[in-house]
Nanobody
């Protein structure tokens, strides 16, 4: 079993900051890409930011310059520092990881349970 557990969501005023954390645990041989997605009511889930095992990053245009993704490979953890938050950032944020459970296994996608981020105007 592989589990991803998120923390750090909450309610913040526009212009404020939050830091999301996600730790993967369980039967893990290696993790490839890790990322954060979000889903607002009535919208599809969208990529916010992703980071490869080597540290290359990719961001949605709407968060560039405001959000920073990072990871700690030794802890199987990924983080999302969110600054200058806007009401349109309000959503449930989900952690995602590509996990290989044993050598030569394929990488499979795993998801966290989601954490609510609410930005008030």
């Amino acid at each position: 079993q592989v589990q991803l557990v998120e923390s750090g969501g909450g309610l913040v005023q526009a212009g404020g900051s939050l830091r999301l954390s996600c730790a993967a645990s369980g039967s893990i041989f290696s993790i490839s890409s890790m990322g954060w997605y979000r889903q607002a009511p009535g919208n599809q889930r969208e990529l916010v930011a992703a980071i490869t095992q080597g540290g290359s990053t990719n961001y949605a245009d709407s968060v560039k310059g405001r959000f920073t993704i990072s990871r700690d490979n030794a802890k199987n953890a990924v983080y999302l520092q969110m600054n200058n938050l806007k009401p349109e950032d309000t959503a449930v944020y989900y952690c995602n990881a590509g996990v290989r459970k044993r050598w030569l296994d394929p990488y499979n996608d795993y998801w966290g349970q989601g954490t609510q981020v609410t930005v008030s105007s």
